[in-house]
């Protein structure tokens, strides 16, 4: 138990919908990252929240925002939904310092778009 | 652009047998590399990392090498387990742009008793 936790583990919707992730930091940890990976592909980078603000930001779609609430979870939202959105979406943290530190991911969300 | 490649999907090995993964990357600004292990329906599990100025990291019976002339790293397994059996995920690390990883496509390990 890396102590990420995300919700829901699973997620079926149709195209056009809006969903909203969610991701719970370990405890401590101010830095949130989240990555998508689709069928047969790498975890891509999306984007990473350090204590509430936008640090980095990956090839995210407009469709897609995310943001760092004051207890630091984070929400991942992804509106107007294509079935190419289908795809796991794990959120990870670490404390963001300098040095190495690696990031702790959570057990994703599977998303399905029907 | 694929600024870091594992160019096998797949590896399988007998049980006891040396298990080599490979990774090449192309970005000299990379200044960690991560190795993590993903089992199905699960998060990827952090393994084993090296600084750019290392050439070796080990721990128990995982080693990684960094070859930073030839950009390329791997991480033997020795022995293998039948419980090593995971898909294997190489990632670098650019402090500059926020300390975000960089992921291979993954090799995923069989290890056969």
């Known amino acids: 138990d890396s102590g990420v936790t995300q919700t829901p583990k699973h997620l079926i919707t149709a195209t056009g919908q809006r969903v909203t992730l969610r991701c719970s930091p370990r405890?401590?940890?101010?830095?949130v990252y989240w990555y998508q990976q689709s069928l047969d592909q790498g975890l891509q980078f999306l984007i990473q929240?350090?204590?509430?603000?936008?640090?980095a930001k990956g090839n995210i779609l407009e469709r897609f925002s995310a943001q760092q609430f004051p207890d630091l979870h984070s929400e991942l939202n992804l509106s107007s939904l294509e079935l190419g959105d289908s795809a796991l979406y794990f959120c990870?943290?670490?404390?963001?310092?300098?040095?190495?530190?690696?990031?702790?991911f959570g057990p994703g969300t599977r998303l399905t778009v029907l | 652009d694929q600024q870091v490649k594992q160019n096998s999907p797949s590896l399988s090995v007998q049980e006891g047998r040396i298990s080599i993964l490979n990774c090449d990357y192309t970005?000299?600004?990379?200044?960690?590399f991560l190795w993590y292990k993903k089992y199905p329906a699960e998060g990827p599990t952090f393994l084993i990392s090296?600084?750019?100025?290392?050439d070796k990291n080990e721990d128990g019976r995982f080693t990684v090498f960094l070859n930073k002339s030839a950009k390329h790293l791997s991480l033997h397994i020795v022995p293998s387990q039948p419980g090593d059996s995971a898909v294997y995920f190489c990632?670098?690390?650019?402090?500059?742009?926020?300390?975000?990883?960089?992921f291979g496509q993954g090799t995923e390990l069989s290890v056969k008793p």
């Open positions: 970005n000299s600004m990379f200044d960690y």
């Open positions: 990870a943290s670490n404390n963001g310092g300098q040095g190495l530190n690696e990031q702790f």
């Open positions: 990632a670098a690390r650019d402090y500059n742009q926020g300390g975000k990883l960089i």
């Open positions: 929240y350090y204590n509430g603000e936008e640090r």
């Open positions: 090296i600084s750019s100025i290392k």
């Open positions: 405890s401590g940890d101010l830095s």
